[in-house]
């Protein structure tokens, strides 16, 4: 068995239909909501499954989680539009290596879907599809492709923990040129709604109401009520 330090045993030139995030899958930030899942794909060639399913909720990171491992594996990562498009040669060729199709629940060519599976597994090649639901919840015509997707591997994205909201809290405000000071992102912390898509809302409609303003509670306060989804301050702890 390959250790997860190992380079990949295959390698071909990486090409992405939209721009790379520059994060490969040593430099993702890693915390337990997300260790199994990048674990998985850090264990490539060494799946038991030629097909895999990226599980996530909007802003979870699928995207750039897919790319990382397309361009670890040495593969091509497409959207679920260009993948639409490939003829049958192309996705024949495509499916003796590693492929990656982002956001797999908006493809809407079943055939060319079904064959990659197919495809991936009687020539030796590796299938990773994202999604933000399990394909087994995808909504497919064909009867052959519905059982293909009930009975694929799945690893999840979960939800952030607190190093997570801590981590993207910290990026997404850098990235708009914000400080996010230690007591506001204490308070933000017991509040904020444990989304990547809350996360990702609150800095944005931040950043458009900030006007100029330092980074302070009261504010932070402002913009969570105008979000309407703030974390019960005295919830159920799970074990």
Known sequence: ????????????????????SGLT???????????TAIATLKRWPDW????????GGRKSGLTTAASAWAAYAGGELLSAKAFDKLSHKK??????G??????????????????????SSRAGGSLLITGNASPAQWRVKLPDLASRLKSMT????????????????RRAMKQRFLKLPEGVETYLLIRIERSYLAIETFV????EMIDGREVTIPLARDVLDEMDG??????????
């Open 1 to 20: 068995m390959t250790s997860s330090e190992d380079k990949p045993k295959k390698s071909r030139q990486l090409k992405l239909d939209f721009p790379e």
């Open 25 to 35: 899958l040593e430099t993702l930030s890693v915390t337990p909501s997300n260790r």
């Open 48 to 55: 038991r499954m030629p097909a895999l399913a990226l599980v």
């Open 91 to 96: 996705l024949e060729k495509l499916a003796a």
């Open 98 to 119: 590693p492929i990656a199709i982002d956001l797999g629940q908006g493809v809407s060519n079943e055939d060319n879907l079904l064959s990659a599976i197919n495809l």
């Open 154 to 169: 799945l690893v999840e994205l979960a939800p952030p923990d607190d190093e997570m909201v801590s981590i993207r809290l």
């Open 204 to 207: 944005e409609n931040l950043h």
């Open 230 to 239: 703030t974390r019960p301050l005295f919830e159920d702890e799970e074990d």
